[in-house]
């Protein structure tokens, strides 16, 4: 196991290990996030060591509030952290567009952990371009190592022009794992003053006016450092030159020979005249980059100030492609254009039928009981199931097939009240506890507000689960020495004026039925809060409780309500056709015993 | 030397740890490390692949198709959905107990017979290694040992450059004291079945 407070020594550490630990030698004071994969693991490694490591951290309500108070920490000298997922940063672009006019103090880093190939994302969004829109500095590793050493320089260079640094990282790298050679750790600052300055920090029209152009005065500078950053430097010779950044820098650097690599770490300014430099005297110029051409079209653009008529390839030419994240294979796409290794002939696919194996919802997981209730409830009436970022996002697959409608987080409620305006379909939103936290009650109140009819299903968990378990403001927090009280939903729903409030236990699938019909007959806005702690989260609190269950063959009709309804992993279907549970999955919940018309599940109490 | 293992699995077979228990040797051994990971949405209970490469001078996480020097299969399905991962020489270690997937169990779709998946990998491979990794750990003591097992089996294939000796060491400091004994146990019965 990784032990990111040790003195000294080598670890094999994941990118976001050896994130946190440059945190730890860079002298962060202050970290916060809303959690969000690829960036997951920082906030539940400082979860466990913030204390010991002397930083302050915390899960936001979401990334705006996470930037927010990251942004005053380091207003007030002390160095923060904030970080998210690349989609997360959508939700605080608004404090950080106008926090770039205003400035920090102490460094501030803001992580955008970007994810091609959308491995757990609903989108594949380049955030570099946020870089530019927001004209702050941008670096980005390209190995675990790296990571580490590029936080420290990160807060020099943040501090030195006193802007917020996009650390933009992608998943290969969050999710990479190398050695790591760890180097002293400093002494985090975690408390300073704010000195008043109205005309920084209050952005009215006339002083944002004149700050933006302190930003533009800022920007010019930001060149100049990364003009001689360390950050960017260039390896071999060769008449073919590549530009590359990130991941895709160690595909290239690993696979390709007889071409000289800039390797880009400064991505934003980009340092024009080094690049310029770079391009002079060469063949022929190829950028490597992941997603959008945002290093080419600005290479182009060096180009033609610097009237250098190199022929520049990448995805504008079609040789690399703009979808999904690169592997060393995508390096096939310029092999006419310089040496690639040859990779070996792969075999061939089976010819076998393999069966399917998506990701699923777990044994005993509250979330199908609610899922069975809401469909068995619907039974013929037209209804649209607007759903949300998170575990339940799966019940898109069948059985349920309970999502219709996923954009954004909290954006399923927001919908819901669109749909219920411009159709005669009725909408059932779900979103989970962090989910209705995060952005779930403004559209809540919207509907309140509007008269929408809608109906919305709080999947109340107990905690954050497809990100690893976090706390959110629903259950309260206890780590980093401080400790919260859980936030009440129903006390919360019901105190901005719902009228139709009820709270179930999905795993009493009949009972949460009868509650889904009234709500979804409920002429208003009716709120379900479907209370119940999730298995995984219990087990790794060592509270989860194990009944046995008892599977009467001779009572079991063959009617396979249960695994069309619940469709629970434990539940197979044994040679004779009766149905069994598997003890090494059942967690005893009782779901299936109570949509089981024979009354052939027993669950041992 | 360059040497790429593919790990593939279901989600809680234990992938990680083994892909940690492995990388952690080579670190000890004075190789480069790069490894890939895959975690989130992807870990519930569905096909897992950690990519682990080591050698004089690796640096890229990912590794072409086709080009790994082992394929480490928790589970016959997942090997045969991974066979592009490697080539004709390459080695193949299968694990041949399956984990079903539920909309398997529930009756919904089937399982291939495993004599099919084993062809299947034999038709294009002649470096195949075949274990039941999870009867073995359960002789053990307890089928979570199985990815011990398999670890312990990886250190007998042909031109696996890790000794046993240091793979079984680095296997013992990643898991908790109260299992050390038998992951031990499950490891060497691992390197009997294929030795």
Redesign the interface.
Same mark, same amino acid.
Request: neutral net charge; charged residues 20%; glycine residues 8%.
């Given at each position: 196991?990784a032990n990111l407070l040790a003195d000294e020594g080598?670890q /094999?550490l #994941?990118g976001n290990e050896a994130i946190t630990r440059g945190l730890i030698e860079a002298g962060a004071g202050f970290a916060s996030t809303y959690p969000g994969?690829?960036s997951?693991?920082v906030g539940n490694l400082l979860e466990k060591i913030s204390s010991d490591a002397g930083i302050y951290f915390e899960f936001s309500t979401n990334e705006k509030v996470a930037m927010e108070v990251s942004a005053a920490a380091a207003s007030s000298g002390v160095r923060s952290f904030v970080f998210m997922k690349h989609v997360g940063l959508n939700v605080a672009a608004d404090p950080m567009m106008t926090l770039a006019y205003a400035g920090i103090r102490g460094g501030m880093l803001i992580m955008s952990a970007d994810d091609p190939s959308c491995?757990?994302s609903q989108n594949e969004q380049d955030n570099r371009y946020y870089s530019m829109l927001a004209l702050l500095p941008m670096m980005e590793p390209s190995?675990p190592q790296e990571a580490k050493e590029m936080v420290k320089e990160a807060y020099r260079v943040s501090e030195e022009l006193t802007l917020p640094l996009i650390f933009r990282t992608t998943t290969?790298v969050n999710?990479?794992?190398?050695?790591v050679e760890l180097g002293p750790k400093a002494t985090p600052k975690t408390k300073g003053h704010f000195d008043k300055d109205v005309a920084r920090f209050v952005n009215i029209p006339a002083y944002a006016k004149q700050n933006r152009v302190r930003l533009l005065d800022l920007y010019k500078k930001a060149q100049e450092l990364s003009e001689a950053s360390p950050c960017n430097f260039i390896e071999g010779e060769g008449e073919i030159g590549i530009i590359t950044s990130g991941?895709s820098y160690?595909?290239v !650097?690993?696979?390709v020979s007889d071409a000289s690599i800039l390797k880009l770490g400064f991505t934003n300014p980009l340092p024009e005249r080094k690049i310029a430099d770079f391009i002079k005297g060469k063949k022929a110029i190829i950028v490597v980059e992941e997603l959008e051409p945002f290093l080419e079209d600005q290479v182009l653009r060096i180009c033609a100030q610097n009237s250098l008529s190199v022929p520049v390839y990448g995805k504008r030419t079609g040789h690399l492609p703009r979808q999904w994240e690169f592997?060393?294979?995508t390096l096939a796409g310029i092999r006419e254009l310089v040496k690639v290794e040859e990779?070996?002939?792969?075999?061939? !696919?089976?010819?076998?039928? /393999?069966?399917?194996?998506?990701?699923? /919802?777990?044994a005993g997981c509250p979330h199908r009981g609610m899922f069975a209730a809401a469909k068995k409830a619907a039974g013929n009436t037209d209804v649209i199931y607007c759903s949300d970022i998170g575990?339940y996002t #799966?019940g898109v697959q069948p059985p349920f097939k309970a999502a219709d409608f996923i954009i954004c987080m909290g954006g399923g409620a927001g919908a819901a009240g669109g749909f219920a305006q411009s159709t005669d379909q009725k909408p059932i939103a779900f979103m989970g506890d962090s989910t209705f936290f995060h952005a779930g009650i403004p559209p809540m109140i919207n509907a309140l507000f509007n008269n929408h009819k809608v109906v919305i299903v709080v999947l109340d968990n107990r905690t954050t689960a497809?990100?690893g378990h976090q706390p959110n403001p629903g259950t309260g927090r206890d780590f980093g020495g401080v400790s919260t009280e859980a936030i009440d939903i129903k006390k919360l729903v019901e105190g901005v004026g719902v009228k139709f409030v009820r709270e179930i236990n999905p795993y009493d699938v009949k009972g949460a039925t009868k509650v889904m019909k009234e709500a979804i007959e409920f002429d208003g806005v009716a709120v379900v809060i479907s209370k119940c702690p999730c298995p995984l989260e219990l087990k790794k609190q060592k509270q989860l409780v194990i009944r046995a269950v008892d599977v009467d063959q001779n009572k079991c009709v063959k009617c396979?309500n249960c695994?069309r309804t619940i469709?629970?992993?434990a /539940?197979? !279907?044994g040679k004779e056709g009766g149905i069994s549970t598997?003890p090494?999955q059942c967690i005893g919940c009782g779901m299936c015993a109570n949509v089981c018309p024979s009354g052939a599940i027993e669950v041992r109490q | 030397m360059k040497y790429t293992v593919q790990i593939v699995g279901? =989600?809680g077979q234990g992938v990680l740890l083994a892909? +940690?228990v492995l990388?952690?040797a080579a +670190?000890g051994m004075g190789y480069? %490390?790069?490894?890939?990971? %895959?975690? =989130? +949405?992807?870990?519930? =209970?569905?096909?897992v692949l950690s990519t682990l490469r080591f050698g004089d $001078? %690796?640096?890229?996480?990912?590794?072409?198709?086709?080009?790994a020097n082992l394929i480490m299969g928790f589970e016959p399905?997942?090997t045969?959905?991974n066979?592009?991962? =490697?080539?004709? $020489?390459?080695v193949i270690l299968m694990n041949l107990d399956p984990v079903?997937?539920? +909309?398997?169990?529930?009756?919904?779709?089937?399982?291939?017979e495993i004599d099919?998946?084993v062809n299947? %990998?034999k038709e294009?491979?002649s470096n195949l290694y075949t274990i039941d990794a999870t009867k073995i750990a359960i002789e053990a003591g307890k089928?979570v040992a199985a990815n011990a097992v398999m670890i312990g089996a990886v250190a007998a294939v042909k031109g696996f450059p890790i000794p046993k000796d240091v793979l079984l060491a680095s296997l013992i400091e990643?898991v908790p004291e109260k299992f050390r004994e038998l992951n031990a146990k499950a490891f060497e019965m691992g390197y009997s079945a294929i030795a």
């Open positions: 196991m080598r /094999l #994941l994969t690829p997951s693991e491995h757990s190995t290969r999710h990479a794992r190398g050695v991941v160690t595909y !650097k690993e696979f592997s060393p294979d990779f070996r002939q792969p075999m061939k !696919k089976v010819e076998v039928a /393999l069966p399917s194996r998506p990701p699923t /919802l777990c575990c #799966l497809m990100t396979y695994v469709a629970c992993p /539940l197979f !279907k598997d090494t | 279901v =989600g892909s +940690m990388g952690n +670190m480069k %490390v790069a490894m890939s990971e %895959v975690h =989130g +949405m992807a870990q519930r =209970g569905g096909s $001078d %690796v640096i890229s996480p990912l590794e072409a198709n086709g080009s399905a997942e045969c959905r066979l592009t991962l =490697g080539n004709k $020489d390459s079903l997937p539920s +909309m398997v169990a529930a009756g919904f779709e089937e399982y291939p099919s998946l299947a %990998v294009q491979n089928a990643q």
